[in-house]
């Protein structure tokens, strides 16, 4: 049997709690993982005085593939978050959040099942920044006016939208490979590029020429005002969404709402080669750290897509299957997966993962 050899980032807060529960369900899927444990972020400062560690980066180089609990963004001391410069340093540049509704979890509609793929590195995201009385923004300025042929107000700071048809390619490519290998059968591209003709319209150009390469696939695509009207008034027309980065960020939201908040919606940032962190999409909620009291589910669905990414796609299969049941039964669940917040029968984080492994060995037997 393979063992599978994976970087294992607790992170802070409510994180470690909830990446316990999620191993303990993952090892229960029968997989053999050895879990190569490292610190990023907060705790990493805390014991190393970096937030990225030669260690950490170098397992995730060598392991490829790592499950990553939330990181508190906030530490004011000169960078802006520990998950952009991941992202960054290792090219994560497919944000891949499925989005499903489950018997069992309160959600403003019905039956939801659509994948959003977002491009992680590019667009207003891309750090490019100008701010106002800098001598930069003053240069930066003046040389675009001089090309563009007209005046922004002085007042003005500026964020550069860049996007590129490389990045375009590779993220509508990884979005068409994602339906080909999941049973998906629609590929909508969201943009804006009746206004923004240049980037955007770069993007739908190169969204409609990967398309031709994969004709068992259904391409269309949507202007994103008009997409969140649709996704919701009618989300069960869609299926994959691909879309650039500020698109896909407030849209998969959106999605994640739908479906019955961050609570319940896992992600995961996938790179070149395999390269791939999986995590929850909410933050470290540090107001529960310690208290055995929050929801791991969104964790452990990102652990069944980890699992698949990695191969283990009928383990992946049934770890889902197992978070469902719970799910769906509603007893041994989380406060916020109750119908009143203050419910004294919800469980806590821990006793959730049990009720995830007697089902995981129910499905088993
Ligand atoms: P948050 O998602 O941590 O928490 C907001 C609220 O949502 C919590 O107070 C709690 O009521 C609820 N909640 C979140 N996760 C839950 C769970 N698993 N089960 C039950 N309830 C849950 O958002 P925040 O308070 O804005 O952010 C806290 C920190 O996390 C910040 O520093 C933020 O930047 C960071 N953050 C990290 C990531 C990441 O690591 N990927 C993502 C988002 C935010």
Redesign the pocket.
């Known amino acids: 049997m393979t063992v599978h050899t994976l970087t294992l980032i607790p ?1 802070d ?3 470690p709690e ?1 990446v316990e529960a999620t191993i303990r369900a993952i090892e229960a899927t029968g997989v053999q993982i050895t879990w190569d444990r490292q610190e990023i ?1 907060v705790p990493a400062i805390e014991k190393f005085g970096t937030p990225f560690p030669q260690a950490a980066l170098d397992s995730i180089k060598r392991n490829k593939v790592g499950l ?8 004011g001391k000169g960078f802006r ?3 952009v410069a991941l992202r960054k340093e290792f090219d994560l540049y497919a944000n891949l959040r499925p989005a499903k509704t489950y018997p069992g979890v309160r959600t403003p509609m019905g039956n939801i099942d659509l994948v959003i793929v977002r491009e992680n590195i590019e667009d207003l995201y891309a750090g490019i920044e100008f701010d106002l009385g800098t001598p930069e923004l003053a240069e930066v300025r003046a040389v675009i006016e001089k090309a563009a042929k007209t005046k922004m107000r002085e007042d003005a700071a500026i964020s550069i939208k860049y996007i590129s048809e490389m990045g375009s390619r590779r993220i509508v490519k990884f979005a068409f490979e994602y339906a080909v290998a999941n049973g998906r059968t629609k590929v909508t591209a969201v943009h804006k590029a009746n206004v923004m003709k240049f980037t955007d319209g770069l993007f739908l150009r190169i969204a409609g020429e990967v398309a031709k390469d994969y004709p068992a696939i259904e391409f269309e695509d949507r202007i994103v005002d008009n997409m969140c009207m649709q996704l919701v008034q009618k989300p069960e027309l869609y299926d994959v969404l691909v879309l650039p980065n500020l698109y896909g960020d407030i849209v998969s939201d959106l999605v994640a709402g739908l479906v019955g ?3 319940v919606a896992p ?1 995961a940032n996938i790179g070149e080669n395999g390269v791939a962190v999986f ?10 750290a310690g208290q055995n ?7 452990m669905l990102a652990g069944a897509l980890m699992l698949r990414h990695i191969g283990e796609r009928a383990a992946g299969d049934r770890l889902e299957q197992a978070i469902a049941a719970v799910v769906a039964i509603g007893k041994d669940v ?3 997966l109750k119908p009143e917040r203050d419910d004294p029968t919800a469980v806590g ?1 821990k006793e959730f993962a049990d009720a995830v492994i007697k089902q995981l060995a129910a499905i088993h037997a």
């Open positions: 992170g807060g409510t994180g909830i972020g990553k609990g939330p990181l508190t963004t906030e530490l978050s520990v998950n908040g961050l609570g992600g995590e929850a999409i909410h933050g470290s909620a540090p107001k529960y009291k929050v929801n791991p589910m969104a964790l989380t406060y916020d984080t």
